[in-house]
Each structure stands twice: as C-alpha cells, then as structure tokens.
C-alpha cells in the first residue's frame, strides 16, 4: 500500500497517459469510453490524497526515474496546485458521464475510440503542468495537451471547427514559443529548471542579469497569457468554444485555462517572486488593467452573441478576467479570490456548457431564438442553467458571490474604490447576458425546435445537477474553496519575503 | 420532536415553511385544490410560528440561528430582534389574507400558469422571512437578493411585451442598485467595522468620519432600491402590470416594505441611532424623504389609473418609514417601524379592494368609478376604512405612526418637516377620498359599459336592478378583515410599542 501511495504523484499523469495508449487501440467507441471512465473516476482519489497531504504537511516532492532534483526532473505538489489537481481531475471526473451519449450524437462513430484517447491524452498534458516542479517539463506537458486540444476541437461537426482549430494551433504554438523562449533565458542566467530551485537562483541572478531575468518573466508571461487567452489575446477562445463538441467545450472551459493561470501563479509568485518582487513591478497593473479590460470587452461581448456556446466563451473571457485580476492586485484577499474563482469558475462554466450541450443533443441548436421556451421542456437542466447563471453574476448564495467578496476586499486594500466599481459594474452586464437567456428561456413561447424536446437523459442530467449543486453548495460552505485558497495565497504570499 | 419545536429550530423554520411549499405545490400542478390547499396549510403554520415567536423576543430573549459560517467573520445567520419581528408577523400574517384572495382572484379571471404564480409566491415569503430575521448583512442581502428574483416572474405573469418589459426594468434596477451600491457599502462596511453582524448602537459607531457615513448611508439608502427612494422608484408604477395580489404582495407585503424595512433596520443596528444623528450625516436623507413624500403625492394626485395612484401613494407613504430612519432618533425610528405594520394593513386593503372593483366590474381608472359604492358596498366601505388609516385619522392604525413621524420631527427640529408631513396628509385626503366620494355620492356613468366585457351579463344586472354585485367572497372577505384590521392595530398600539420600545431605545 506505501509502495502505491509513495508513487501516486507519477500515476496521476501515467494513468491517463496509458490510457489514452489504450484507447488509441480500441476500435470502438464504447470500450474506450469505459476505460476513460474508469481512469477519469481514479483520478480524484489520487489528487485528493496528494492535497490531503499537503494540506496536513510538507509539500511533496517526487522525483522522476529516481534522479535527484535539480537535475533531474521533480514533481512538486504544495497546496496550491494541489488544488487544480484536485479541480482538474474533478471537474473531469464528474462530466465524463455527460460524453457518451453527446460524442455519440455529434462525432462519427469511427472517431469515438480516437476522441476517448484524445481526451485522456489531454488531461494528462493538464496535469502534468499542475504538478510538474520542471519549467521545461512543463513545456512538453503544455504541448501534450495543446495539441490533444487542437484535435479534440477540430472534431466538432460544424465545419468551422477545423478553422477555429487551426487558428488556436497557430496561437497556441506562438504562445508556447514564448513560454519556452523564457524559460531558455532563465535557464541561461541560472542554469537549472527546476523551479524551486529557480527560485532561489534567480536572486542572485538577477542581481548580475537584471533585464535576461525581467526580459524571461515578460516572455513567460505573455506566453502564458494567450493559452489563458487573457484579453487581448483571446481571440482564438470563443471559436474554439462555440464549435468543439459540446463536452470539448464543458471540458476546456473548466480546466484549460485554468490550468495556464496556474502557470501564471506559480511564475510570478513561485519562480520569479522572491527574486524580482513580484507585486512591485508594473506588469502587476498592467495585468489589472488587462484584466477589467477583459471583464467588460468579454461581458459586452457577450451580450451580442445569439450562438450562445459564443456566448459563453466570451463570458469566460470575461471571468477570466476575474481571476488575473486577483493575480494583478498581489495580495492576501485578492490572489485568495483569484484561486477561489479558479475553481468557482470552473465548476460553473460546466455547469452552462454542459446544459448547452444536453439542448444541443436534444434540439441540436444552441441558437438563442431557437431555444425559446425551453424551460418547459427541460425543466431540470435549465434550472441548472439558470442556477450556474447565477454564479457568474455573483448572486449571493451561489460561489461567484464567493470569490467577487475576495476580490472586493482586495481591492480595497490597495485602495481601490475604483476598482470595486469595475467588479460590481462588470457583474452588472453579467446581468443582461445571463437574463436575457433565462428569459427566452423560461418566458417565451415554444420555438418549432423546442416543440417535442424532453429532459435530459439520466447520464447527461446527473452532472449537470451535481455542477449547479456545487455552485450553491460552495456559495455557503467555502471551506474546501476559499479555506484552501487562502493557504495557497498565504503562501505564495509568504513566498515573497 | 420538542426539540424541533424549540424557539432556535422555528426561526429556521418560518423560512423552510414556505421552502419546503414551494416545492410540493408543482407536485399538484394538475389539482387546483390541492395545491391551492398546500399553500393554505403552509400560510397558516408559518403564521403560528412566527408569533410563537413573539413571547421571546418581547421577554428581551432573542431566538436566534446560525446556519453555517460562510468566510471568516461572515455567516448565514438569524436572530429576531423587535424590529423583524413586527414586519415578520405583519408578513406572515398577511400571507394568509392574500393566499385566500389570491385563490378568489385567481380562480375568478381563469388565469394561465397559476402553479409558477404560487411556487413564486412562497418563495418570495421565504425570502421575506429571511430578510426579517437575518442577523447580518450577509444574511439580509442574500435573501433581499431572492427576493428581487423570486418576484421578477410575478411581476410578469402575463407574459405580455408590456409585463415582460416592466419585468425587465424591474430586474435590472432593482439587481442592478443592489450590486452597483448595496453590495460596495456591504463590503465597506465589513472593512470599516470588521463585521456585518447586526448589533444595537450600531456596528459603524466611532469607525468612520461625517463623510464616509454621508457616502454609506447614500449607497445604503439608494443601493437598496426595493425602497423606491426617489429618483429610483420608477419601478414600481411599472410593475402595476401584475395581476392585484401580486401588487399587494409588492405594497404591503414584500417588496418595498422589505425595502424599507432594510434601510431601518441598517439605520438602527449598523448606524447607530445616536452616532448617525450626532454626525449630522442623515440631514440630506430627512430633507429627501420629505421632498419624496410630498412629490409622490402629488404625482399620485394626477394619476387617473386606481392602481397607478395607489402605486405613488406607497412610494410616499414608505417614504415616511425612510424619513423616521433618516431622523435617527427614538421616536422617529418608533414612527417609521408602526409606518411598516399600518401602511402594509391599510395598503393591502386599498389593494384587495381595486383587484376586486377589475374582478366585479373590469374597471381600472378612477373616472369610471362613479357610483360603484351603490353595487359594491362591502368593497368600498374597506377602501373609505383604508384610505382613513392611510391618511391617519383616528380610531385607525395609522394614526399612530403619523403621530410619532410629526413629533419626532419637531424633536429633532425640522420643522419644515412637520409642515410637510401636514401637507402630504392634506394631499392623501384628496387623492384617496376624492375616490371614495365618487364612488357613494355621484351617479353611475351610463356610457361606460364598454369596459364590462367578460363579466357583461353581470354588470348589466347591476345597472337594470340596482342591487349589489359583488367580488367573489374569497377576495370580499379578505378585504373586509384586513379592512377591520386597521381597526383592531389602532388599539392595540400599546403591544406593539412595548414589542418594539427595546429597539428604538437602541439597546
């Protein structure tokens, strides 16, 4: 038993990495659906022991092939990213059941085994960059799942797909490119990459290389910033939603971009924080300013769509904007409410998408018109839908109003009245695009389309239900969310000094 | 079992009551009387919860609840202080009259989706509950915010454009004060003071300059927006597209009342009675309720739709439970709560009697009430006896809280205030009686029965006999007892001062 537990760091990434060998050869879509299924379940209880640990002691350390950190390559796990294992995996976890029946309706039926690997391979690559403690290990995860992505995008029916995929490949190698240019010009200043030991070095370093180190943080940071389509490098994200399967889309907007912030935070407060004293430089405004940029541009945005997996991807840039927001304040409440919104984002963003997909297998369309009335028919999901609507608008009671708390108070910190304004009057617009959908919704009257819809089926309905549950559920009891994101802020905070 | 029934476990249940209706009413979607029964049932058991309730609170022994702690320092929590208790036992009270009149006015216009009309009603009272008995502002914004959404299918029933667009304006403003200022000052408060935990002397005292608590209590006073403080009262003239009841439930019971109630209740416990007057930061806010008095009623003076005047009379007469907050003194904060309970009796009543009149005769404007006192007598002698309390005149309940308002004024030394208030009084005589008087003494029109389509045979029987033709009694009798009502809280105004004497004393 303490020979599996003392390895469970590698097999959160080596499990899903066989499995996706495995589901490369099957040929059918149903086997393969049941191994991912099976790897999808295991892994919440491996990253749930892994933060178990690190919430109770010492972060864990884990060294690959059994070579010794710095040089070999080591993973890391502490609280914080602990947490996005345990977000990701979960979040994975619970809308797998969601995919057969949808993969079944809008892929062909030769491509089912190939998405399954696809997927598995995906989330590999996403936890792999969560754990790894290696910047350039990290690098080969960020492809991994990148072009897993790629595929998984370009498999949706609707033609624009391959377009949209082609174009998220071409900016998404771009921001790869960056990343791993700054991780060359770190490497080349210190030379290590293990991250905590970057992290110490570049002290000194930069001392002697002041702008190699500034120059590294600047192409890490952009880098990093358009796989987590910070504004105004979102542009590829909402047609890689709007045209991605609809479990593609439940799946990326929980846990891809999600996991590039974690990047961004473990980059500017981890590796470089110490050394460059992260919350004093100017990029730190910058990113505020990008993002309430982004959390007004992607809300408005929002208003105008009539696609509404459109819609929601431009939500998304505007949430996300939330979260490098509490990034970009650099302090106790603010980071505490960026990783909180980490999470609280991801649970809900699922939760939407995954009721757009449940109406897009039963009336397939998620045109705004063409969902009028739809309430009726599918009186389940779209309270669920109603429900996580809620959250992205922060209505107390629901987590969103969890993490717009962090936020205002860190705001106020730095004195930011301002800023307050811009929180609360972005939410606002938050208001237009999520009631007029509930409206169409639950007060129009019957489109054609609609005309004939039932609810749900079981597989579909239970995830959605079980994400807009968790939306309330961790808009009262915040101990699992905002309880660990404060220890992680408090260290990377602490970090600091 | 016993255990259940502590004063503890019915605080949370005067708020899982009406929840738990809310949920089994759509299982009777199809069973009119079933259902129509469940909310009934639950009407009546939160009813007697709450005012087993009272004995506690007036023996100074709070029952309180708290829930779970939802980030440090911020809980889910409920404690029954004097104040929530008279609006929860005016709510819950009044719950059972309108469910009653709701069920005749319902039944009597065959209106559509009636399911979704009492799901949202119980949870409207839900989070009516919650907003009384919440023992912070976490705990008050969260169910001030149910509230608001609770409410927006109400306010569009009829699915209309025109209901779905007051619905909108209804949404939006009132969301979108609560998030642009109610929220900030929540937030800010918890930064000045270190809590939102409601506390007597007020949580704010000695934490902030003039300055800041001119700015709190201005995102306070406007972020509430339920309170329809002018210049953000214009949703609720809008929101007259409802169906009666739900109008009443906006008036008397919930909406603007709950409005109100927050803005007293912050005044009293996050304020501070003596620390908001002492700093002089509450003078805007008396001369502003006092300008909001008087220009509603004007305003309401010029409204020829019954239900559009007595839209303008509420935005004034709540404006006296704001100017009694604003004044932050004993006897004003004592006038504005009585203003919460005999308002809500004789609004309801005003309300019940203009759904009825549509009900019995398809009538809305004021002209085409002449002489209507002849064939609904029972109805208009309810709207004289509201009218009389809303105006104040004695033996009726309003009386009192007119009463405490003027005298606090002069305390306090505003006496433009004082003449004002005379002035508003003077203006209520001539928009509600002027109605009244119409009604008994001028002759029926002959050239109105146009407007008795869908209940002709009726109105013509009334016109050839001259006999009585009346509402359905489920919503006459409603009427009448809400009517006798602002009788009965005349005289018993000695329970409710000593109910709430421990509050408006700020202890």
């Known amino acids: 038993m303490t020979a599996i537990s003392a390895q469970l760091p590698a097999l959160q990434v080596v499990l899903p990495l066989l499995g996706a060998v495995l589901a490369a050869l099957m040929r059918r879509g149903t086997p393969a659906f049941a191994l991912t299924l099976a790897i999808s379940w295991t892994l919440p209880f491996i990253s749930g022991a892994l933060l178990y640990q690190t919430l109770t002691g010492d972060p864990i350390s884990y060294r690959l092939g059994g070579w010794e950190p710095p040089f070999g390559i080591e993973y890391r796990v502490d609280v914080l990213n602990a947490f996005v294992l345990m977000l990701v995996s979960s979040v994975g976890a619970v809308i797998l059941p969601f995919a057969h029946r949808s993969v079944a309706s809008e892929i062909d039926e030769d491509k089912h085994a190939w998405f399954y690997c696809m997927y598995l391979l995906c989330l590999a690559g996403l936890l792999g960059i969560a754990i790894t403690g290696d910047a350039f290990n990290a690098f080969v995860f960020l492809e991994i799942s990148s072009l897993a992505t790629y595929v998984l995008i370009a498999l949706g029916r609707d033609r624009r797909a391959l377009l949209s995929a082609f174009q998220y490949l071409i900016v998404g190698t771009i921001g790869a490119t960056l990343y791993v240019l700054g991780v060359g010009l770190i490497y080349l200043v210190t030379g290590t990459l293990n991250m905590h030991d970057l992290s110490t070095r570049l002290v000194e370093a930069y001392a002697v290389y002041p702008q190699p180190v500034l120059a590294g943080l600047a192409f890490i940071v952009v880098g990093v910033g358009l796989k987590l389509a910070l504004f105004p490098m979102h542009v590829w994200l909402p047609n890689a939603y709007a045209y991605a399967p609809s479990v593609v889309s439940a799946f990326l907007a929980a846990t891809a971009t999600k996991v590039a912030v974690y990047l961004l935070i473990r980059f500017s407060f981890g590796v470089f924080g110490k050394a460059v004293a992260f919350p004093t430089l100017t990029v730190t405004d910058l990113i505020v300013g990008l993002s309430i940029a982004a959390m007004f541009v992607g809300a408005a945005a929002a208003v105008y769509q009539t696609d509404l997996k459109r819609m929601l991807a431009y939500s998304s840039v505007s949430q996300i904007g939330y979260i490098t927001l509490g990034v970009g304040l650099a302090n106790q409440a603010g980071l505490t409410g960026g990783i909180v919104h980490l999470a609280n984002h991801a649970i809900m963003k699922a939760a939407l998408f995954l009721a757009l997909g449940a109406a897009v297998y039963r009336i397939g369309t998620c045109k705004l018109n063409d969902l009028s009335g739809i309430g009726r028919r599918m009186p389940l999901t779209m309270t669920a839908f109603a429900i996580a609507g809620f959250g992205l608008i922060g209505t107390p009671g629901t987590a969103g109003f969890i993490s717009k708390w962090y936020l205002a108070l860190g705001s106020l910190e730095v004195g930011g009245w301002p800023l307050l304004l811009a929180i609360v009057a972005s939410s606002m617009i938050a208001v237009v695009y999520v009631g007029r959908v509930v409206e169409v919704m639950w007060f129009r009257e019957e489109s054609p389309h609609v005309k004939g819809a039932s609810e749900a089926p079981l597989a579909m309905l239970l995830p959605i239900l079980v994400l807009a549950a968790a939306t309330v559920y961790f808009g009262f009891d915040t101990r699992a969310t905002a309880g660990i994101a404060t220890r992680a802020a408090e260290m990377l905070i602490g970090g600091l000094r | ?507």
């Open chain 2, 1 to 507: 079992m016993t255990a259940l029934l502590r004063p503890d476990c019915l605080v949370l249940a005067s708020m899982i009551i009406p929840l738990v209706a809310a949920l089994v009413i759509p299982v009777f979607h199809n069973r009119s009387n079933l259902r129509e029964g469940v909310t009934l049932i639950a009407a009546v058991l939160l009813c007697a919860t709450v005012w087993s309730l009272l004995p506690g609170v007036m023996a100074g022994k709070p029952p309180s609840y708290d829930v779970v702690e939802v980030l440090p320092g911020v809980a889910l929590a409920f404690k029954i202080e004097p104040l929530g208790m008279l609006f929860g036992l005016i709510a819950s009270t009044l719950w059972i009259v309108n469910s009653v009149y709701s069920i005749g006015y319902m039944r009597a216009h065959n209106e559509p989706r009636q399911t979704t009309y009492y799901v949202c009603f119980a949870i409207a009272l839900a989070s009516t509950m919650g907003v009384a008995f919440a023992k912070n502002l976490f705990t008050l914004f969260l169910f001030y915010e149910l509230l608001t959404i609770s409410t927006y299918p109400l306010v569009t029933h009829n699915r209309d454009s025109k209901s779905m667009s007051s619905g909108r304006l209804y949404l939006m403003l009132l969301l979108g004060t609560s998030m642009l200022l109610f929220l900030p000052a929540i937030i800010a408060t918890f930064v000045l003071a270190g809590t939102t935990d409601f506390a007597p002397g007020g949580i704010l005292a000695g934490k902030a300059g003039t300055t800041t608590l001119i700015v709190l209590l201005a995102l306070f006073a406007f972020g509430i927006g339920k309170a329809a403080v002018m210049p953000l009262h214009f949703w609720l003239p809008a929101a007259m597209v409802a169906p009666t009841p739900v109008s009443a439930l906006l008036h008397a019971v919930a909406v603007v009342k709950a409005g109100v109630f927050c803005v007293a209740k912050i005044v009293l416990y996050v304020f501070g009675l003596d620390s908001l007057s002492g700093s002089g930061a509450n003078v805007w806010l008396v001369y502003l309720a006092t300008a909001c008095i008087v220009g509603a009623s004007l305003i309401a003076l010029s409204r020829g739709n019954l239900k559009a005047r007595l839209a303008y009379s509420t935005v004034s007469q709540l404006a006296y439970v704001v100017l009694g907050a604003a004044l932050a003194t004993s006897a004003g904060l004592l006038g504005g709560a009585l203003q919460i309970a005999m308002h809500a009796v004789g609004k309801i009543t005003l309300f019940f009697c203009a759904g009825a009149i549509y009900i019995a005769t398809h009538k809305t404007e004021i002209k085409q009430l002449d002489g209507i006192g002849r064939t609904m007598p029972f109805t208009m002698l309810a709207f004289l006896i509201g009218s009389l309390s809303i105006i104040g005149i004695p033996p009726l309940g309003g009386t009192w809280s007119k009463w405490y308002l003027a005298l606090a004024a002069a305390d306090a030394g505003f006496l433009i205030v004082v003449g004002a208030l005379m002035v508003s009084s003077l203006l209520n005589v001539a928009y509600l009686l002027s109605i009244v008087g119409r009604a008994f003494f001028l002759p029926p029109r002959p050239d109105d029965d146009d407007h008795g389509h869908g209940n002709g045979h009726g109105h013509a029987n009334g016109h050839a006999e001259g006999g009585i033709h009346e509402a359905p009694l489920a919503c006459v009798i409603p009427l009448s007892l809400t009517a006798l009502g602002c009788i009965v809280l005349f005289f018993q105004i000695d329970n409710i001062t000593a109910l709430l004497a421990p509050a408006a004393a700020g202890k």
